[in-house]
């Protein structure tokens, strides 16, 4: 095993492991948002003392046109619906937001860990114990609506510390001409999750017998397994790791300057961080992103089923296909943006913004189509899969400037970032929950308008104050001494970056005569 295994790159099996853990980690976040959709009863109005199913915009689907039948239908409806629990729109976005709640208050302490002990543990521990509360979570739901929501707020706690950690290993695993690449095949487990989590939640619960709590079972379980993976097959940096081969160590010493995780760096400069125009930019478009992004994931399959009244396998089916748009999209971004900076035709800033600012105003054109197209479901669904692709670009500019801006202190400002931008994920379920009490189009429509304000304002800010360069409080200058004094004397930090890329690659290319996969 120890002789094949020389012959793998390890830095892509890292990838792999940790676009599967980031792929776990979002299916147990968002699979309550469809299989809310099946725990609880739809709203109903009372007509002449007969409550029915509320339908103001989109009729229901009828298996019969004939008027006499509407009672037994009704009858059937309140039969189908009497185990289901009775929380209304308020009490669902409570729950749905309890989890950034917990999932916030571990950034800052994820990103200080993972700094201090590497990314490895740091993420499979929060991995492992969100794992278990979902295996817990139909027990407890039966309990009640509060303590489901204590429960998704601990839930939460465990999975803050995913993306800091990710960024440790992302800055020792990494090299220069690949970040965009290896960073967005990592974050692409976002859209994976996504889309396991809608279309397996629908699959499981219209065919598996028990229902909707097989669903928390089966994601749990699978949680626990890719744990077990994590710790035989992924190491903190390259000179821990047993199997990596020295040729790929070189490489990697090379191109990225150190492989040891520096445990001498001086205290996090926070004035510092606080007081860039950068970090606040990044920060703010994060925020930004974050909204639409957790409007969609938690209330997509709620409009699909309270507005479009898709089945609950077309609403599993149709809710994953905008997130396999976003996660093609992804890969194609990051590829395009490593060649745009490599062959100098972009600087590392342009290339950032311009992708940050397709990926935030183009998800808020695609839902406001869809709110404007009326019942058909087809056109919807193309809105929503439109502007969910464009949200692809996110990856390889919001997810990976930390790592531009500063790589030694990356995992304490995505901590920060994330962090703060997770204040959407708190607020935007309570809000939609409010704003949609009879879950009608117009209703939507408004939550709608508010998340594409707000994802453009983010926009701009950053367009403005955004960049990709390395700042001077960040003490990674010195692995560059040498490539940069070979490097064109006043060209911008990035474009000098992106010399020192290229030259990294010929370097590499030169001592193994092959890059080495």
């Keep these: 095993m120890k002789l094949n295994s020389r012959h793998v790159s390890q830095r892509w099996v890292m ?55 509407k009672s037994n239908r009704t009858a059937i409806a309140e039969d189908e619906f009497k185990n289901r629990f009775d929380w209304d729109e308020k009490t669902q976005g409570e729950i749905l937001s309890s989890f950034y709640y917990g ?48 429960l998704r707020f601990v839930e939460g706690l465990g999975e803050g510390t995913t993306f800091p950690a990710l960024c440790t290993l992302l800055a020792q695993w990494a090299p220069p001409e690949e970040k965009g690449k290896l960073s967005t095949v990592v974050f692409a487990g976002a ?33 626990l397994i890719w744990f077990l993976l994590w710790c035989m097959f992924v190491y903190n940096d390259p000179n821990s790791h047993p199997f990596i081969s020295d040729i790929e160590r070189e490489y990697l010493k090379q191109s990225i300057g150190s492989l040891e995780r520096k445990k001498d760096l001086p205290s996090t400069p926070w004035k510092s961080i606080l007081t860039s125009w950068p970090i606040w930019a990044l920060i703010l478009i994060e925020a930004g992103h974050d909204w639409g992004a957790f409007t969609i994931i938690s209330d997509l399959p709620k409009y ?8 609950i396998g077309e609403n599993g089916l149709l809710s994953s296909v905008p997130y396999i748009a976003q996660w093609v999209t992804s890969i194609l971004a990051g590829i395009l943006a490593d060649w745009l900076i490599s062959k100098r035709i972009m600087s590392v800033t342009a290339v950032r913004k311009s992708f940050a600012i397709i990926a935030n105003v183009g998800p808020g054109i695609g839902v406001m189509c869809a709110s404007f197209v009326g019942c058909d479901k087809m056109i919807a669904t193309f809105c929503f899969t439109l ?12 997810r990976v400037n ?66 990709g360069e390395l700042q001077p ?12 004094e070979k490097a064109k004397k006043g060209l911008p930090m990035d474009e000098r970056i992106s010399i020192v890329h290229s030259k990294s690659i010929e370097d590499g290319k030169s001592s193994n005569n092959s890059n080495p996969d």
């Excluded at 776990?24 to 007969?50: E, F, K, N, S």
């Design 402 to 467: 930390t790592l531009d801006l500063s790589p030694n202190y990356a995992p304490s400002i995505m901590a920060l970032v994330n962090g703060i931008g997770c204040l959407s994920g708190m607020a935007t379920p309570y809000i939609a929950g409010i704003l949609t009490p009879n879950r009608t189009v117009l209703e939507w429509r408004f939550v709608f308008w508010i998340m594409m304000i707000i994802m453009t304002a983010s926009s701009v800010l950053y367009g403005l104050f955004g960049s």
């Design 304 to 311: 699909m089923n309270d507005v479009l009244h898709f089945s």
């Design 473 to 484: 409080w960040d003490d990674l200058e010195q692995y560059y001494l040498k490539e940069k």
């Design 103 to 150: 999932y916030i208050l571990t950034h800052l302490p994820g990103g200080v860990l993972s700094q201090r002990f590497g990314g490895k543990h740091t993420m499979g521990l929060g991995i492992l114990s969100t794992a278990v509360f979902t295996l817990m979570t139909p027990y407890v739901a039966y309990m009640g609506s509060r303590p489901l929501t204590i």
């Design 15 to 69: 990838a792999g492991m940790g676009m599967l853990g980031v792929t776990m980690a979002y299916v147990m976040r968002a699979c309550l948002g469809i299989t809310l959709t099946q725990m609880v009863r739809p709203v109903v109005v009372v007509d002449g003392g007969v409550k029915s199913i509320q339908h103001n915009y989109c009729p229901m689907p009828q298996s019969s046109s004939h008027g006499h039948a």
């Design 387 to 398: 502007g969910m692709a464009l949200m692809g670009f996110c990856y390889p500019s919001i």
């Design 191 to 223: 859209q994976i999750g996504n889309i396991f989590s809608n279309f397996l939640s629908g699959f499981i619960i219209q065919y598996i017998p028990g229902g909707w709590p097989n669903v928390f079972y089966f994601f749990g379980i699978t949680s």
